[in-house]
């Protein structure tokens, strides 16, 4: 897992760390020693600890606060029923987001090995926070074991679960047109 390094390519137009609207402004990233885990595997430095959670960790890859959109890199296992990761994630990035104009949020779930559900009322609360202004949460390329347990907890009732194998290769802004496309075609 130390080898899963969040996505990089954006880094030359967006730095969370350097955003001051960013939970993560200020942080520095120690390349030389691994301290952060998931169970006994280390992981890579530059993932980003979400509160309390010892199992989720993300990385904000790029911010739009004229087009309101995030796009955030997961890694680990999403634990509602243990770790409460969903509250974890929205008291401490996606409202902080939120109150500077983003509600529009692509999250990438492609290393999210496990989904443990708990109640559903944090995904209820972030959708009804966003749908106001025409917002959505997409989760996009969760893996088959993830994606059947985010169906069965029916979370997929607050957020759309999409595929897009090449967003590696599109620019943020293709990336979110193309997402923000199809969200308009299954809401509206």
Excluded: C
């Excluded at 985010?150 to 997402?179: C, D, S, V």
Aim: aromatic share 18%.
């Amino acid at each position: 897992m130390q080898d899963i390094e969040p996505y990089y390519n954006w880094r030359h137009i967006y730095v969370a760390e350097e955003d001051a609207r960013s939970p993560f402004y200020g942080r520095t990233y120690n390349e030389f020693q691994y301290t952060m885990q998931v169970y006994n595997y280390f992981i890579h430095p530059q993932w980003d600890y979400v509160g309390d959670s010892e199992t989720l960790y993300i990385k904000i890859l790029f911010v739009d606060y004229q087009q309101h959109y995030a796009i955030i890199e997961m890694l680990g296992e999403w634990n509602d029923a243990i770790e409460n990761d969903i509250m974890h994630l929205r008291r401490n990035v996606t409202d902080i987001m939120y109150k500077n104009g983003i509600y529009k949020f692509i999250l990438v779930g492609e290393s999210v090995l496990n989904f443990h559900s708990s109640d559903d009322s944090y995904y209820e609360e972030w959708h009804e926070q966003i749908e106001d202004e025409n917002g959505w949460i997409v989760l996009l390329n969760l893996p088959p074991q993830s994606m059947h347990d985010f169906k069965k907890a029916r979370i997929t009732n607050y957020l759309e679960m999409l595929e897009l194998p090449q967003w590696r290769t599109l620019k943020p802004e293709i990336m979110f047109g193309l997402l923000d496309e199809e969200m308009g075609r299954r809401l509206y």
